[in-house]
């Protein structure tokens, strides 16, 4: 019984560090479905419900960072400096942006209101440059 359970708990962190990995050696923002075919691609046997768990797994613990979208989580590496996001809703593209001006009106805006900001997420929507000039022409 030992065995079981010590086996089982062996899978799954190999099953955890393999998502861990893949994140890692990317700069994509991974959602779950990517995650489970690209490991799925490299042979590894790893089921849809094991992806998701442990991709929360890996967040509550801060190794791994996500912005919430519209329809999903996306999962990327946590060691990026901040950085917020613009995501293109023709072609799903996502550009990572920082801007000084926008981070300390943030900072004001808390304290406003005594708020004492200890993070934030940002994320705009609209069309990347490529998509624009699909609709220009
Ligand atoms: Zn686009
Ligand atoms: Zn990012």
Known sequence: MITVIIT?????????QAILDLINASNRHWDADEVARALVDTGASIGIATVYRGLSALESQGLIDSIQLADKKRYERADKAHHDHMVCTGCGHIEEFSHDTIEALQEAAAEKKGFKLTGHQLVMFGFCRKCRQELDT
């Open 8 to 16: 089982f708990m062996q899978k799954l962190t190999a099953q955890r």
